[in-house]
């Protein structure tokens, strides 16, 4: 293997697990080549597609490689389908592997692995691909979640960045309960609680489990006349995030209506700074997906959404 070129910077994605452990990774990688760790940085979509990449060289990962990363001395380790081709940067691609299992290949041929972070690497990866059919897929799902409910930097601050600590760690059994009372609890009431947002994507109401386990299950069962089902949250500072979720491929293309990405059954996007609450992001999902069918009552965002609540009956 070639040498990797010393990066200004770690860029890695910041809403999930897999982003978490590629990032910090990478970082234990750039310490031990090149004597002290690269400053890393952690991104959502929206704010990623702003970011000018003015560093001379820089190291991505589970970010989509894109023809403004094509450059010389950047290094781009990731999953997600590209119709992109590297001509100057130096991409490691593989869609069969989560960003966290590439990272951590390089960790291993410079003599970074111990069994801590054998485990971690293969539970992230179980839960970042969605392998349901992996005997620990719910485990991995937990693991998961810690990034999800505790937020990325939170996380980071609660190790100390040490990825190791993360296994077995106390916040799992928090996971573990909210797993086995929520979950079935939650899909009961969000079952009966779907928002038509166009006619292939329905939002579903969730009030208490997990939403990614909630929507896959709505999808397998086939609840729903829709083919793509989403959720969205509001975080602390009115930011609105939404996620995607499909069996057939046709999530990726709506995340990326809204300059979101990921991968083509599981994506998601931020939407503009100007939604700040659910009824501002419903409005203006309808309006950008589907504005043949928008009309707006003139009241305000929530009385559209109450004049056209279609709740799942039986």
């Given at each position: 293997?070639?040498?990797?070129?010393?990066?200004?910077?770690?860029?890695?994605?910041?809403?999930?697990?897999?982003?978490?452990?590629?990032?910090?990774?990478?970082?234990?990688?750039?310490?031990?080549?090149?004597?002290?760790?690269?400053?890393?940085?952690?991104?959502?979509?929206?704010?990623?597609?702003?970011?000018?990449?003015?560093?001379?060289?820089?190291?991505?990962?589970?970010?989509?490689?894109?023809?403004?990363?094509?450059?010389?001395?950047?290094?781009?380790?990731?999953?997600?389908?590209?119709?992109?081709?590297?001509?100057?940067?130096?991409?490691?691609?593989?869609?069969?592997?989560?960003?966290?299992?590439?990272?951590?290949?390089?960790?291993?041929?410079?003599?970074?692995?111990?069994?801590?972070?054998?485990?971690?690497?293969?539970?992230?990866?179980?839960?970042?691909?969605?392998?349901?059919?992996?005997?620990?897929?719910?485990?991995?799902?937990?693991?998961?979640?810690?990034?999800?409910?505790?937020?990325?930097?939170?996380?980071?601050?609660?190790?100390?960045?040490?990825?190791?600590?993360?296994?077995?760690?106390?916040?799992?059994?928090?996971?573990?309960?909210?797993?086995?009372?929520?979950?079935?609890i939650g899909y009961e009431w969000s079952k009966g609680n779907i928002l038509r947002i166009s006619p292939t994507l329905g939002l579903v109401n969730t009030t208490v489990g997990n939403p990614n386990l909630i929507v896959h299950r709505l999808l397998v069962e086939k609840t729903t006349p829709y083919p793509v089902l989403m959720t969205l949250y509001v975080k602390a500072n009115r930011t609105v995030v939404v996620s995607f979720r499909s069996q057939n491929g046709e999530a990726l293309p709506i995340a990326r209506q809204l300059q979101g990405g990921g991968h083509e059954n599981a994506c998601g996007a931020t939407l503009p700074r100007s939604v700040q609450n659910e009824g501002d992001a419903i409005e203006y999902l309808r309006r950008t997906l589907d504005p043949a069918a928008f009309k707006p009552t003139g009241l305000n965002p929530m009385a559209d959404l109450l004049s056209s609540f279609e709740p799942k009956s039986g």
């Open positions: 293997m070639s040498a990797l070129p010393k990066p200004e910077v770690i860029l890695t994605h910041e809403s999930d697990l897999d982003g978490y452990v590629a990032g910090l990774l990478l970082q234990r990688l750039s310490e031990k080549l090149f004597g002290a760790p690269v400053r890393l940085e952690a991104w959502n979509y929206v704010a990623w597609q702003k970011r000018e990449p003015i560093e001379k060289s820089a190291w991505v990962t589970d970010l989509t490689f894109e023809s403004r990363l094509d450059q010389h001395g950047w290094v781009v380790i990731d999953h997600h389908q590209t119709t992109t081709a590297a001509q100057h940067a130096r991409l490691i691609h593989n869609t069969e592997k989560s960003a966290g299992l590439l990272c951590y290949d390089l960790c291993r041929e410079h003599g970074l692995a111990n069994a801590e972070l054998d485990r971690l690497v293969h539970l992230s990866n179980i839960a970042d691909l969605f392998l349901e059919d992996a005997p620990e897929f719910p485990l991995a799902l937990d693991y998961a979640n810690l990034v999800k409910i505790y937020g990325f930097w939170n996380l980071h601050a609660i190790t100390g960045g040490r990825l190791e600590t993360l296994i077995d760690h106390p916040l799992l059994e928090v996971m573990t309960v909210k797993r086995r009372v929520e979950d079935p």
